[in-house]
């Protein structure tokens, strides 16, 4: 086994065997049986190291990585829940119970970094995998789009340039430049003056406050891009200087803006949503089978592209995963262009002209139940830590999106398994007949 745990593992008369204290009919641990975990410790054997400090084992990091996002948990939050469930510590290959923490919770960043796009795709297939063949693979999917929302706060332009002159007297500090004013106290107050512009005795007051803003933003920085007169020393800073010069001068219908500084991949998109305008994030895409309501596919993209332009890649991802496309795409108005992508038809709602009786019968149930992709979407973000994106980067959207379409799968694989255990021990006590009967005479 790759990372610290013994091959050989020798039993401790002086600890009780989890197996000995913990239900083994419980979902936790059925769901643990069905995955293969020697398949898994060869699929991610090589994002290890032969040499340096041995890592946390493939089983335990997966496993902890799947629960977390399962259970909707942060990274700290998980690994202090950990110490408390012995049925998440049997699920993470524990044979004792543990009392001391898996791993530093910092762990789960290196872990993700490691892995990539590509390690949580395999997971993806992991978690698919899981369900039946037929349930899989079905030949109707629906697609669908959604925005995956930035962990930043809400942009201004007044934000945005305190941002830059906080920003270089950090620099000016660090590298011992004096600057002609630090606008200490200018800055409190005018950051008071701009607030409420759209109050029509505030506005004028507020907009020449957040003009004086960026007048002393864009002072600043060349006072600091003077200061730096070594080449090394301009250079360490130079990408940090660009975004300051792209964020003065970009104006009201610029094109490619920036929002934040942290993470200025970040797109303004807007979905037509009456409680919320605009959202600051990136676009996410999702395939979902028609009756199961597994996902097959799920796929970050940067900026804000078109809902058509997102078919190809996704339906590309569902066949590199799976194996497989299915014959029909339910999609809607929103994805408006090709008819067929890769063989697959790209079915949306229409006028229902030239088209019999039956026919539009059958589309309408068809377009009722695409509906059911809205509430899918609904639970990856209140469940699965869609709804804001603590990751970095572009490569932090894809995972936190594909992971996110894990933990649904695997929840619902529990689920499945949990009524199993029920509906059994139903029929042992003789609940289920009572049950039955009574729905039948309702």
């Known amino acids: 086994m790759i990372g610290k745990t013994d091959k050989n593992p020798q039993l401790n008369v002086f600890r009780t065997p989890l197996v000995s204290v913990i239900n083994m009919k419980h979902e936790l641990v059925e769901l643990a049986q069905r995955i293969n975990w020697k398949s898994i410790e060869k699929d991610f054997a090589p994002y290890y190291a032969d040499m340096g400090r041995p890592a946390v084992p493939v089983r335990k990091m997966v496993g902890c990585m799947l629960l977390k996002q399962m259970y909707g948990l942060s990274d700290e939050s998980f690994v202090d829940r950990w110490i408390e469930n012995p049925y998440m510590q049997y699920f993470c290959g524990e044979t004792y119970f543990q009392f001391e923490k898996p791993f530093d919770p910092s762990e789960f960043v290196h872990f993700r970094k490691r892995l990539g796009t590509d390690g949580a795709e395999k997971l993806l297939k992991l978690s698919v995998s899981l369900f039946e063949k037929k349930e899989?693979?079905?030949?109707?999917?629906?697609?669908?789009?959604?925005v995956q929302e930035k962990n930043i706060t809400y942009p201004t332009d007044a934000k945005l340039h305190k941002k830059i002159i906080e920003g270089c007297r950090k620099i000016a500090e660090k590298e011992g430049l004096q600057l002609r004013q630090s606008y200490t106290r200018t800055l409190g107050q005018l950051m008071i003056d701009q607030r409420f512009r759209e109050h029509p005795k505030r506005k004028r007051k507020a907009?020449?406050?957040?003009r004086k803003i960026k007048t002393i933003a864009g002072r600043l920085v060349r006072d600091v891009e003077r200061g730096l007169d070594d080449k090394e020393r301009l250079e360490a800073y130079d990408e940090q200087l660009w975004l300051y010069y792209r964020v003065l001068g970009q104006k009201r219908d610029s094109k490619d803006k920036i929002y934040s500084f942290h993470a200025p991949e970040v797109s303004c998109i807007s979905k037509g949503k009456d409680h919320k305008k605009y959202e600051f994030g990136?676009?996410?895409?999702?395939?979902?089978?028609?009756?199961?309501?597994?996902?097959?596919?799920?796929m970050a993209f940067e900026g804000n592209p078109y809902d058509g332009h997102t078919l190809q890649p996704q339906l590309e991802q569902v066949s590199d995963l799976m194996g497989?496309?299915?014959?029909?795409?339910?999609?809607?108005?929103?994805?408006?262009?090709?008819?067929?992508?890769?063989?697959?038809?790209?079915?949306m709602p229409g006028t229902g002209k030239g088209k019999t009786a039956y026919e539009k019968i059958r589309d309408r149930a068809r377009f009722r139940r695409r509906a059911a992709v809205e509430p899918v979407i609904g639970h990856l973000k209140s469940d699965y830590r869609m709804l804001r994106n603590y990751l970095k980067g572009v490569e932090g959207d894809m995972i936190n999106t594909i992971m996110a379409a894990v933990a649904f799968n695997m929840m619902k694989r529990l689920r499945q398994i949990r009524d199993a255990i029920y509906f059994v021990l139903d029929l042992l006590t003789g609940n289920w007949s009572v049950k039955n009967a009574t729905v039948q005479n309702y």
Do not use: C, H, Q, W
Not at 282 to 298: D, E, M, Y
Not at 327 to 340: E, P
């Open 324 to 347: 497989r496309l299915p014959k029909v795409a339910l999609v809607d108005r929103g994805y408006k262009g090709r008819k067929t992508i890769l063989g697959v038809e790209i079915m």
């Open 136 to 146: 899989v693979e079905e030949k109707e999917v629906l697609i669908d789009t959604t």
């Open 207 to 210: 907009m020449a406050a957040a």
């Open 282 to 298: 990136n676009k996410s895409g999702f395939v979902i089978t028609k009756n199961s309501g597994i996902i097959l596919g799920a």
